[in-house]
């Protein structure tokens, strides 16, 4: 894959076991939907398995998807809510998303383009798995899919002020760069994201809300990592930290604006 858009959908290392699904989760319909995308569809085994696009890739353990989508969810239920989803891989988290938000929500998804037509064939139900899903075909007025560089889209983005509600990314942003101050800074004030922050072997998933007042890591993961020109690696007082609290006041003041006396 070559550098200037995310890597796709990532490896996974040691869930923990998961707490009660939510009663709002389909729990079961979630994991057919999995099933038909061709992840593993098993809730507590964490087996990647390998995505269908030539850059490579995998999906990820249902494991990992189903504790962000459960941090997620409140917002989701929104009416009209805005998606972004960086990295998007085969589409199984548009798809996971879309079938639990409310009507009148919309995702957009960023990964490298060859992604795109494997997303677009599983979402659209074209791509001829025998697999039944109950949510499958999705409207395709409801998912947009953009190939090339994130960051260049958020880029522009910024300039035009367009911000989402709900941000997921399925791989990991280095932390000595700016890619997740850029990444979050196209959150609304009052959306959540989840996110996974870090370099290999060292890395976290992050649940973030009310503008970096609540940030809590769910779990240590291995995905792969964000590449952009675009982000190049920034002097060591730059980098964000990993310690939760410590991330959630870096985000408070480097993404909200928010003066330290605050915090």
């Given at each position: 894959a070559s550098i200037g858009a995310f890597q796709g959908l990532a490896t996974y290392a040691a869930a923990e076991p998961l707490a009660a699904v939510p009663t709002a989760m389909p729990l079961h319909d979630l994991?057919?939907?999995h099933t038909y995308f061709g992840g593993d569809s098993s809730v507590y085994d964490n087996q990647p398995m390998r995505q269908r696009a030539r850059s490579g890739g995998t999906i990820?353990?249902?494991?990992?998807?189903?504790?962000?989508?459960?941090?997620?969810?409140?917002?989701?239920?929104?009416p009209d809510v805005e998606v972004l989803d960086l990295g998007f891989g085969s589409g199984v988290m548009i798809a996971m998303m879309l079938a639990v938000?409310?009507?009148?929500?919309?995702?957009t998804g960023v990964d490298l383009a060859d992604k795109i037509p494997v997303a677009r064939d599983n979402l659209l139900g074209t791509a001829g798995s025998t697999?039944?899903?109950?949510?499958?075909?999705?409207d395709e007025e409801i998912f947009?899919?953009?190939?090339?560089?994130?960051?260049e889209?958020?880029?522009?983005?910024?300039?035009?002020?367009?911000?989402?509600?709900?941000?997921?990314?399925?791989?990991?942003?280095?932390h000595r760069t700016e890619q997740l101050q850029l990444f979050l800074g196209r959150l609304k004030a009052g959306g959540a994201a989840v996110f996974n922050l870090g370099t290999q072997g060292r890395q976290g998933m992050y649940f973030v809300a009310d503008e970096g007042r609540v940030?809590?890591?769910l779990m240590r993961v291995n995905f792969m990592m964000a590449e952009s020109p675009m982000t190049p690696p920034l002097e060591k007082r730059r980098h964000a930290p990993l310690e939760p609290q410590q991330l959630g006041q870096w985000i408070r003041t480097h993404v909200f604006n928010h003066p330290p006396a605050e915090l």
């Open positions: 994991s057919s939907l990820s353990a249902l494991s990992v998807q189903i504790p962000a989508l459960e941090k997620l969810l409140p917002y989701l239920k929104l938000a409310s009507k009148g929500s919309r995702v697999s039944q899903c109950p949510f499958v075909p999705f947009s899919l953009l190939g090339g560089d994130a960051f889209y958020i880029h522009s983005w910024e300039k035009d002020n367009k911000k989402f509600d709900v941000l997921y990314a399925g791989c990991s942003m280095d940030c809590e890591l």
